[in-house]
């Protein structure tokens, strides 16, 4: 496997996994990933972070039999978009009107 996913590092995922079902024990009361660095936008946990987290793996395990790897890092990169939106658009931060998620995360790290 040679592609990778072209992450911005932006940090608005980690900011908004609050309303992923099942990540109760890794988000803030705000709503942000107690794992992120807010300074840098980096994930503290990085070599351990959910598979949720890592783009290429979670493709690799559950979908690459679905879709392509291009559909899907299009699709990822349009919710990064929409997350980015969404945020500007709330001085707070808060994302009222976001998707909730399920991947299925028991809280363990993979
Ligand atoms: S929102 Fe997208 S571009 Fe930003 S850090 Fe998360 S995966 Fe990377
Ligand atoms: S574990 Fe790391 S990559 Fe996953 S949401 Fe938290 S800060 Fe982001």
Redesign the pocket.
């Known amino acids: 496997m040679t592609d990778s996913f072209p992450c911005k590092r932006c940090?608005a995922?980690?900011r908004n996994?609050g309303r992923i079902i099942g990540?109760e024990s890794?988000v803030l009361p705000n709503g942000i990933?107690?794992?992120?660095d807010q300074t840098s936008n980096l994930?503290?946990?990085?070599n351990t972070?959910?598979i949720?987290?890592n783009v290429d793996e979670f493709y690799d395990k559950y979908l690459f039999n679905s879709i392509t790897r291009k559909e899907y890092y299009l699709a990822n990169l349009k919710t990064c978009e929409k997350l980015r939106k969404l945020e500007n658009e709330n001085s707070d931060g808060a994302i009222s009107d976001r998707p909730t998620y399920d991947f299925g995360y028991d809280g363990a790290s993979e």
């Not at 994930?43 to 990085?46: A, D, E, G, S, V």
């Open positions: 940090g995922c980690c996994i990540t890794m990933c107690k794992f992120l994930c503290t946990q990085y972070r959910p949720f987290c």
